[in-house]
């Protein structure tokens, strides 16, 4: 399994259309083949900061959702919000407590 953390500096003038747009396709991405899971954050301190935290199947997968219609037009509809350029990191789990109790 891998993990794709990317994290997005919105700017704040445009966070509303940023969510509206992330509404429209969130059911879209989680069903994509390939996607286990996603969960996008907010930061607590800093209201610009969004991150995306998904689990897919394999870098292949991921792979073709980042080249897929869904990816490509949200993409380019949230780049103008963007304040700075997004970080993308992946990963995949050494340990896992998060279902541990």
Known sequence: MLIRI?????????????FEEFNEKK???VQYPG???????HDLHHKNIIMTY????????????????????LWNKIKPYFGDRPEAWSHEIYFDGMNSK
């Open 54 to 73: 998904s689990h897919w199947d394999s870098e292949e997968a991921l792979n073709t959702y980042r080249n897929s219609p869904v990816f490509i037009g």
């Open 27 to 29: 059911l879209a991405i």
């Open 6 to 18: 990317v994290k997005l500096h919105i700017k704040e003038e445009h966070l509303p259309s940023f």
């Open 35 to 41: 996607c286990i899971g996603m969960r996008l954050l």
